[in-house]
């Protein structure tokens, strides 16, 4: 991993792409090369001693969204994926659009294979679910947008007193201490999960919450309905799950930010609303499964 304290550090990244460019070297020839997105400078750095083709895994587009220094680079380094890559892997149709629009790159070298839920997260039959139990998973960072989660936790539990939100997942100190400073009763932070224990939230949850920003397509979304759980999400210029995972009022909610204490009410308090969303959110996570987005990518490998 190159997370540190939930961001990633160019020193990270570097020492990445060295030990990346080491292996390619020390293996030699191949069929082909699949780089992710992230991180970036890996492709910069080791794509001219890559002969075969080289396909890139996109599951975002930042560039003109980031200000400053770290804009600039990131539009740099993005630009040089999109020109050197030989083919394109967008993880949804909204990812192909900016590569097209913001890469200028031809569609017929985009391909878009969407991410899948592993088996192992899909359950079997209805668990048992804590009533007014919520759950958010993923890093920590202000863009994930976990203080906003709980300023509205703190409002919900005034009209249902009996909810719970369980946050999984660490990322920088100094904003999960101010996190823990907004928490009120009924919060419980739980860190960095097994897969077991993981799967154990996902089952006894009633709801994922799903308050970030950006996000370019949310497997943790996926896991949760895997398990009967839907998904409240915002509805944020950069939060592309809200087309790519959630579908509103069928598998989950996809609110504005302003709303997203009304939405999390009206699910809790409609049983007849929620139950349709959790039966839903399973039929569709098992049609996003990891075997067929995997039979998807070796057409696609295959192609090129």
Not at 9 to 22: C, E, N, T, Y
Not at 89 to 97: D, S, T
Request: aromatic letters at 8%.
């Amino acid at each position: 991993s190159y997370f540190k304290n939930g961001s990633r550090p160019l020193s990270l990244s570097l020492d990445i792409s060295q030990r990346a460019l080491f292996t390619l070297k020390k293996l030699g020839s191949f069929d082909a090369c699949v780089y992710s997105e992230w991180n970036l400078l890996t492709f910069a750095l080791t794509h001219a001693f890559v002969s075969s083709p080289k396909l890139v895994d996109w599951c975002e587009v930042l560039a003109g969204r980031i200000a400053g220094l770290a804009g600039v680079l990131e539009a740099l380094l993005e630009k040089n994926l999109a020109q050197r890559a030989t083919h394109h892997i967008a993880v949804n149709e909204k990812v192909k659009e900016l590569l097209k629009n913001v890469h200028k790159v031809d569609s017929k070298r985009i391909s878009v294979v969407q991410n899948g839920v592993d088996e192992r997260f899909i359950a079997s039959s209805f668990p048992k679910k804590q009533s007014g139990r919520l759950l958010y998973v993923g890093r920590l960072t202000p863009h994930k947008g976990v203080h906003s989660l709980l300023m509205v936790f703190s409002r919900l539990r005034k009209t249902h007193p009996y909810a719970t939100l369980h946050i999984v997942g660490a990322g920088d100190p100094s904003y999960t201490l101010s996190l823990k400073k907004l928490a009120v009763e009924g919060v419980e932070f739980l860190g960095v999960l097994s897969e077991s224990e993981l799967i154990e939230e996902y089952k006894s949850a009633q709801l994922l919450v799903l308050p970030s920003e950006r996000e370019g397509s949310s497997l943790v979304s996926l896991e949760a309905m895997a398990n009967y759980t839907p998904v409240v999400t915002i509805d944020a210029p950069l939060n592309l799950s809200k087309s790519d995972t959630v579908i509103h009022g069928f598998n989950g909610l996809v609110v504005k930010p302003s709303n997203l204490l009304d939405a999390l009410q009206a699910v809790l308090s409609d049983e007849t609303l929620w139950k349709s969303l959790s039966q839903n959110a399973n039929l569709y996570a098992k049609e996003r499964s990891w075997s067929k987005c995997a039979k998807k990518l070796e057409e696609v490998l295959k192609s090129v």
